[in-house]
């Protein structure tokens, strides 16, 4: 709709005539959109919109009550979390008692292992065949030694 469109719309219609017409436009195209989605995933869309929707009415009602910014709050916990760089608990979080699945960052973690497999798998073996076999016997050997030197020292 062009400007000059609007103007012709505001010689024979009022505001509220607009606006109207605006919105009912509006709910044909989402009811089409909505008709256009598979039913199975309908569902599962329309709780995301609801939950959406519940999130941002009550977003400014929890930081009355509470008193605090809870975004800012949100952020800042965040933050300190990749600061501190001890994922374990948050981030990468394993299926549990409690949880109906892997965290995010667990699922994406086993994806990119199973994803570079034969990379994995060449770099261990490539470790593998590096490794100082007769440095690693002395320095074992080295480690009974003393270990038995302490024991019998008593």
Same mark, same amino acid.
């Given at each position: ?5 609007l103007q012709v719309?505001?010689?024979? @219609? ?13 709910r044909t195209i ?27 009415? @009550?977003?400014n009602e929890c930081?009355?009550? @509470? $008193? ?16 501190? $760089? ?18 995010? $960052?667990?699922?994406? #973690? ?8 034969? @990379? ?26 003393? #270990? ?7």
């Open positions: 709709m062009t400007t000059n469109d719309l505001k010689t024979y @219609l009022s505001e509220e005539e607009i606006k109207q017409l605006v919105i009912d436009e509006y989402i009811r089409e959109e909505i008709k256009s989605i598979e039913p199975s995933k309908r569902m599962s869309n329309h709780d995301r919109v609801i939950s959406n929707a519940v999130y941002y009415m @009550l977003e930081d009355k009550i @509470l $008193g605090v910014n809870t975004k800012e709050m949100i952020e800042t916990h965040v933050k300190k979390i990749l600061n501190k $760089g001890d994922f374990s608990s948050s981030i990468f979080r394993q299926k549990s008692a409690w949880d109906s699945e892997d965290s995010v $960052g667990t699922k994406l #973690l086993k994806e990119c292992v199973l994803a570079n497999k034969d @990379l994995i798998n060449e770099k261990v073996k490539s470790t593998i065949d590096e490794i100082d076999m007769p440095r690693i016997k002395d320095t074992l050997m080295e480690c009974m030694i003393e #270990l038995l030197n302490e024991k019998f020292k008593s």
